[in-house]
């Protein structure tokens, strides 16, 4: 298994939270795991976690991605912010 610095991944897809990085990749590879797809063949022979770090890695993360998981967090920062 290759390992990931998380800085490096931070600047990589312009997300300045390890937190939401952590949770961008698990909700990559739970979204691979759902779907059986992988999408090229060099990520064919990996597990999904590795799958989408590997994406993450060389920038291949579809923007859509980062978007929904900073609308998210948004939201829940918001919804934090009434509750207290």
């Given at each position: ?18 937190y ?25 022979n ?12 060389s920038?291949r ?11 998210a967090a948004?939201a ?9």
């Open positions: 298994m290759k390992f990931y610095d998380i800085d490096a991944l931070e600047s990589k897809c312009s997300i300045e939270n390890k939401k990085i952590t949770a961008l990749v698990a909700a990559r590879a739970r979204w691979f795991s759902e779907q059986k797809n992988m999408l090229d063949a060099e990520s064919a990996e597990k999904y976690l590795s799958a989408a770090l590997l994406e993450i890695d920038g993360l579809p923007t859509a991605w980062i978007e929904e998981l900073e609308a948004a829940a920062d918001s919804a934090q912010k009434s509750t207290d």
